[in-house]
């Protein structure tokens, strides 16, 4: 029954391929016909050899396609797991045939190989006994920096890089893409690891040389880092990540970066230090405490410094000198800087309960945060959301932020002394040390670094150069403040210099908000406000009693 039913199928066909050859034959005919005004003589056995032709032609692709067909669904349909195997491996050699090899094993802007193929050599190579080894990295800066802006020309740029290393690298070094503009080379071999790393920085020496690029002179930035096997690491991706920080760490010598664990160290505390310290935030887990600022003329408390503290899972505090610096130079500082202003503000505003509503409160800025565009918004709504008059905030900085841009923090400054906010400068003499910008920055007070009030009583030099820093300011018109004051010996030579301004351990530490609002009826803070002479008076006065 199959048999009879596959001969009717071809039979059928054949007879539609003759059908179809028949009618394909006609329309040459009508054709010829209309186009030509005397018909051409042309043999019966010419149009019976075409339609033969055409015929066959159609039953032959007729039946490959059939056969095509339904092989690709036999193997589609077949259960069997050998076939379906069989099916899935051809189609997988068939696509490795169509990849071409260098496809797969090199760096498409480079031609190198990549770093699967780095670490595959490696790994031979360390397994087959070497005994010590460097893997150097080199990197063109000047690629990022043109594909910022013209991809072509950085594409160009790489490939002259690379032409230049491959002729001037021995052919027996590896050299692999490892990451943007990054290449790596692998010195193995039984020579030393100075002469390895001699080769290295001759390499990057060649390097530097000057490169024309669109009619452009160019002359190429480059760094180099390297790492040592097995010193270093013994896994090859370990090695790499390495010789990659080493670089981005800049630990430079002779000009190459080598790897150092205690830089790696640190930098991985530096890196928990932000991501912590972004938590805390979130959690509410920092705190401000406040440092009075007193008037010694005045007899009292007139401001408070805003210190940021955070409170470790132990109990303890982390040293603001651990963190501050840290922090600083990341992007995260805006947004301590925004919680911290906004919790003083807040704080602050309660302190009128207890008779202090007209203290100040100074809040410390990093040069980061002065840069910031949103800097003014974000005061202005911190000051209007707590109720906090803007008269009783004052900014701090340090003259080396206050001079990273003088026109730009001048302007900054004098816009926030229009809103009521004054303008302190920190560790005054520690800095720039340059008087310059004293009339060119409006600002309200400077305040001495504690290097030169430490001591005053019995250091001459110290004592000469408070003084001066004392005048300058009240020739000036600018307040000048003592900062870290500890003795009571400190405090009165720097009051008969004329100094009536001071902070430090000596009238108080920092405490947390609740606790700086009780200072108003502290009685033995109140006995330091006292002037030095009738501080002394009391002093004879409580002894004459106690005899």
């Known amino acids: 029954m199959e048999n009879e039913s596959r001969l009717i199928k071809e039979y059928s066909r054949l007879i539609t391929a003759i059908l179809f050859a028949l009618s394909a034959t006609l329309i040459i005919l009508l054709v010829t016909a209309m186009s030509v005004t005397e018909p051409l003589p042309i043999p019966i056995s010419v149009w019976l050899l075409l339609i033969l032709l055409q015929a066959g032609s159609l039953y032959y692709f007729s039946r490959a396609q059939d056969r095509s067909l339904g092989n690709a669904a036999t193997a589609e349909h077949d259960e069997s797991p050998t076939a379906r195997g069989q099916f899935e491996e051809q189609v997988q050699n068939n696509a490795t045939i169509c990849l071409p090899e260098r496809a797969r094993n090199m760096h498409s802007g480079s031609g190198l190989p990549t770093r699967e193929t780095l670490a595959a050599r490696m790994t031979d190579d360390i397994g087959n006994g070497l005994a010590q080894g460097v893997l150097g990295v080199i990197r063109f800066s000047d690629y990022q920096r043109l594909l910022d802006f013209d991809e072509i020309s950085a594409s160009e740029f790489l490939t002259k890089m690379v032409d230049r290393l ?151 505090m982390l040293s603001p000198a651990v963190f501050i610096p840290i922090i600083e130079e990341s992007d995260i500082s805006d947004r301590l800087g925004l919680w911290t202003i906004n919790t003083a503000c807040r704080e602050a505003s309660q302190w009128g ?85 004293l009339k060119n920055l409006p600002f309200d007070k400077l305040k001495i670094d504690r290097e030169f009030v430490k001591d005053v009583d019995r250091c001459a030099d110290n004592q000469a150069i408070c003084a001066a820093l004392i005048a300058l300011g009240r020739g000036l018109g600018i307040a000048v403040l003592a900062e870290g004051v500890e003795r009571e010996e400190e405090v009165n030579q720097l009051a008969s210099m004329g100094c009536i301004l001071f902070q430090g351990f000596y009238f108080g530490r920092p405490v947390p908000s609740h ?12 006995t330091k406000l006292l002037p030095p002479v009738a501080r002394r008076r009391n002093q004879l006065t409580n002894l004459r009693l106690t005899s």
């Open 353 to 437: 309960k207890s008779g202090m509503g007209d203290t100040k409160v100074a809040v410390n800025l990093s040069a980061r945060q002065l840069r910031s565009a949103q800097l003014s918004e974000t005061i202005l709504r911190s000051t209007q959301l707590h109720d906090f008059s803007t008269e009783r905030l004052e900014l701090e900085l340090t003259e080396t932020a206050a001079m990273e841009d003088i026109e730009f923090s001048a302007e900054i400054f004098e816009r926030m002394r229009v809103k009521g906010i004054s303008i302190s400068i920190d560790d005054f003499g520690a800095g720039y040390s340059s008087f310059s910008y």
């Open 166 to 316: 491959v002729g001037a690298t021995a052919s027996q070094r590896l050299l692999s893409h490892v990451d943007h503009g990054t290449i790596a080379i692998w010195f193995a071999g039984t020579d030393e690891i100075e002469a390895k790393k001699s080769e290295l920085a001759a390499l990057s020496y060649a390097l530097k040389n000057e490169l024309v690029l669109d009619d452009k002179v160019i002359r190429p930035t480059v760094e180099t880092g390297s790492v040592v096997f097995p010193i270093d690491g013994n896994d090859p991706k370990v090695l790499l990540n390495r010789a990659i920080s080493t670089i981005n760490l800049r630990q430079s010598k002779d000009g190459i970066s080598n790897y150092s664990k205690p830089v790696e160290d640190d930098a991985k505390f530096r890196y928990t230090i932000i991501q912590k310290i972004s938590h805390a935030i979130d959690n509410d887990e920092l705190s401000l405490h406040y440092q009075p600022i007193v008037n010694l003329a005045a007899g009292k408390i007139i401001g408070a410094e805003a210190l940021l503290r955070w409170p470790q899972a132990n109990g303890e």
């Open 515 to 526: 606790a700086f609002s009780a200072l108003g009826s502290d009685q033995t803070l109140a």
